[in-house]
């Protein structure tokens, strides 16, 4: 079952963001069906996503986000918010 998934980081910037995604490397991982990211309405960074499925996002968060993060120098993200989807449009 598809889930989403949200980040809303009071501590992000357009520039760690960036940082991150460079040391990524990835354009679309695997199981990654959607992807957006730009300032929260309530401070800092929000980045929200749609996943094939839980696994694939909390893979996705152990081997690649939080190692992206250390190797950026950025303070860690919060943990990641998660709900099913119901529906869609990408």
């Known amino acids: ?13 357009q520039e760690i963001y960036e940082g991150v995604r460079e040391r990524l490397g990835l354009e679309k991982p695997a199981g990654g069906i959607f992807h957006a990211a730009g300032p929260s309405p309530n401070g800092g960074w929000r980045v929200i996503e749609v996943w094939e499925s839980e696994e694939d996002a909390k893979r996705f968060v152990a081997e690649h ?15 990641p918010e998660l709900w099913p989807v119901h529906n869609y449009m990408a």
Not at 65 to 79: I, K, N, V
Request: charged residues 5%.
């Open 1 to 13: 079952m598809a889930v989403a998934m949200m980040v809303d980081n009071p501590a992000g910037t």
């Open 65 to 79: 986000l939080r190692p992206a993060f250390q190797a950026a120098g950025a303070p860690p993200a919060p943990p």
